[in-house]
């Protein structure tokens, strides 16, 4: 079936680091694929997203490219901020019954140290 | 920008007691859906809606739960008899629908605590 998997949490880094969040997945088909975050106390926002191969999701200085081969969307930043200390949660999205239905994966926990 | 809410921001009631969480979805939205969160735990799908009937459900979403828009702009999720375990944060979605792209919109969700 389909599934998401990210990297356990929480990560811990400094000002100005560079952030990865593994994440992968397993679909039949050619899901869209998601980021999304959440600011303690608050829902889900998208951060980006890719619909087919290679495309490249960004926003806020955040990246993840679709990569079939690995079957895997990681996300990126190259210098992390306080303010970006949240859950990130990995999406995929697929067709189903004629409609579409999203699996998240857990969730990572990020803290920013200033 | 359009946005989806949902009321109220947080529900507390007792074990076996009927809850009624609300959603608005965007407006020209077509799909809808319930998801829900337990504390620090991913999110879950239940539910999902079309044409004033469900699409798919979760095996979670049982005969407690029900779901339904009773008129153009609201989107309802019932819990009947209220459990302990359905404390979690409940989140609502729409989805357009009518382009190809399948982007799902959240809103601020409820938190749902059970006595």
């Known amino acids: 079936g389909n599934s998401v998997t990210q990297m356990e949490g929480p990560v811990t880094l400094s000002e100005e680091a560079f952030l990865t969040i593994n994440c992968t997945y397993t679909a039949t088909g050619y899901p869209s694929l998601f980021w999304y975050v959440q600011y303690p106390g608050e829902g889900l926002q998208l951060l980006l997203k890719?619909?087919?191969?290679?495309d490249k999701g960004s926003n806020k200085g955040f990246e993840a490219t679709y990569r079939k081969e690995t079957t895997s969307f990681h996300l990126e930043k190259g210098s992390v901020q306080v303010s970006d200390s949240a859950v990130y949660f990995c999406?995929?999205?697929?067709?189903?019954?004629?409609?579409?239905?999203?699996?998240f994966g857990t969730g990572t926990r990020l803290k920013v140290l200033a | 920008e359009p946005e989806v809410t949902q009321t109220p921001s947080h529900q507390v009631t007792q074990m076996g007691q009927e809850v009624i969480l609300r959603c608005v979805p965007i407006s020209n939205h077509l799909y809808f859906y319930w998801y829900r969160q337990i504390l620090g735990q991913k999110v879950e799908f239940l539910v999902s809606?079309?044409?004033?009937?469900?699409?798919?459900k979760s095996e979670i979403f049982d005969d407690q739960f029900s779901v339904e828009r009773p008129d153009g702009s609201n989107f309802t999720l019932k819990i009947r008899s209220t459990k302990l375990e359905d404390s979690a944060m409940y989140f609502c979605a729409s989805r357009q629908g009518t382009s190809g792209y399948n982007e799902q919109f959240f809103g601020p969700g409820t938190r749902l605590t059970v006595l």
């Open positions: 809606f079309y044409n004033n009937e469900i699409s798919e």
């Open positions: 999406a995929l999205s697929f067709p189903t019954s004629g409609t579409y239905k999203y699996i």
């Open positions: 890719a619909t087919k191969a290679d």
